[in-house]
């Protein structure tokens, strides 16, 4: 549930960056699932893994891993962690430019 939470306070700061809700949809699916796609294409096995631990996507589907944790990138904390930190840079984005532009 929190990490539903996290992705939608990402979303927020995204569409209050970008100010078109299209766009802000097109941004986060595109972060959230061309992210790992594209790391398929990341060959050295120690950047695929730094990769692999701050992506959101793959942080988010951490948080909510119950079972064989010890062959994820990171622990179901650790994910939470970072889809906060991802949630808080686009929420503090998201408001610099609403700032700034309505200043």
């Not at 809700?21 to 986060?28: L, M, R, T």
Request: proline share 4%.
């Amino acid at each position: 549930m929190l990490y539903l939470v996290l992705v939608a306070l990402m979303s927020i700061g995204v569409a209050t960056a970008v100010r078109e809700s299209a766009v802000a949809i097109g941004v986060i699916l595109g972060l959230l699932y061309l992210f790992p796609i594209l790391l398929l294409a990341v060959t050295n096995t120690t950047w695929h893994r730094h990769l692999e631990q701050i992506a959101p996507m793959i942080a988010g589907l951490d948080v909510i891993s119950t079972t064989g944790l010890k062959s994820l990138p990171l622990t179901p904390w650790q994910g939470l962690g970072v889809m906060a930190v991802w949630a808080a840079g686009c929420l503090l984005l998201g408001g610099t430019l609403l700032r700034l532009r309505d200043a």
